[in-house]
């Protein structure tokens, strides 16, 4: 029961890479590689800020704010500087590397040991065991879900979903298409900003390497969530995206109880990803052979 628990808690707190990155990679149609830089960067600053006795409320705050300037920065080369968009992310990414040792005084790792965190307060010590990450996992996510569902009703919000859609009519009606790009890498890192400070503090430490692989992971749970649920209105696919999160969550669950070493981990989340990616070719492959089947045996029938 702890273990479904736990990675139902697991699940809605990694859901926020999912939501973020949904924004870039669906509706902006942006592949963005900043994410495994965010991330860290995310957790170092708000670990080192709780380590130095900041609320670690605002510690998260801060580090959505950090996650938000390497958004602006990856926008910028991508929008002015008319870098590549996957070299923009992988650059931005790669100087979040030394920056985040600096953030963390230079030290690899930085411990929360003995600190207060968001899931260490006396309401969320009241709760059964391993519920907290549950708590806090299910508001936070719900928040974001709810603030980007209102954002992507209103005017501005139909308008990043058009130069998504198509750049090149976005701007013929007028939409500043390089604004809306930074905006919407700003919000998305900002969010994997919180995110990686958010398990940052459930895992009780930072490392500079924890963003290996991440991308990966939140990709795995847009795409489980839309083979899994099927076609969906856009407000709809984001709920989708927390239930894939927490769906992949059980099946790494699964592969660990298999006996699988945990340092497999991320060639089993690449696995269960390129499985997941593969699933609507198997899907329609075995379509057409149902089709080509039936037609073979109407021709023998005649």
């Known amino acids: 029961m702890s273990m479904i628990v736990s990675s ?9 890479l999912g939501v973020a990155l949904f924004l870039t990679f669906r509706i902006l149609d942006f592949p963005d590689m900043t994410v495994e830089g965010t991330f ?17 409320i605002l510690a998260s705050a801060l580090a959505f704010v950090a996650g938000a300037v390497t958004g602006l920065v990856t926008g910028l080369l991508y ?7 996957l070299l923009a992310g992988i650059l931005v990414m790669t100087a979040c590397l030394s920056i985040n040792l600096r953030i963390m005084g230079g030290s690899s790792n930085v411990s929360l040991l003995g600190k207060t965190t968001i899931f260490s307060n006396h309401f969320l010590e009241s709760l ?18 709810v603030l980007l569902v209102l954002f992507l009703q209103t005017n501005l919000g139909q308008a990043f979903i058009v130069t998504g859609d198509n750049r090149v009519m976005a701007r013929s009606i007028g939409i500043n298409t390089d604004n809306m790009t930074i905006m919407g890498l700003m919000v998305s890192n900002g969010i994997i900003g919180l995110g990686g400070a958010l398990i940052a503090q459930n895992n009780g430490y930072a490392d500079v390497s924890m963003g290996i692989g ?50 497999d981990m991320n060639l089993l989340s690449a696995i269960i990803l390129a499985i997941c990616l593969m699933l609507p070719q198997f899907s329609k492959a075995l379509h057409l052979n149902h089709v080509l089947q039936k037609g073979v045996a109407k021709y023998d029938a005649d």
């Open 8 to 16: 139902i808690g697991q699940g809605l707190l990694w859901a926020t």
């Open 128 to 145: 059964p065991k391993y519920f907290d990450s549950v708590y806090v996992g299910f508001i936070v996510i719900a928040v974001i879900t």
């Open 79 to 85: 929008t002015k500087g008319k870098v590549p968009i």
């Open 40 to 56: 860290p960067l995310g957790a170092a600053v708000a670990v080192t800020l709780i380590a130095h006795g900041m609320n670690p």
């Open 214 to 263: 991440i991308i990966v992971i939140a990709l795995a749970s847009i795409i489980i969530g839309e083979v899994v649920f099927g076609e969906l209105t856009l407000n709809q696919r984001l709920v989708a995206v927390t239930l894939g999160s927490i769906l992949y969550q059980f099946v790494r669950l699964l592969v660990l109880q298999l006996g699988f070493n945990t340092n």
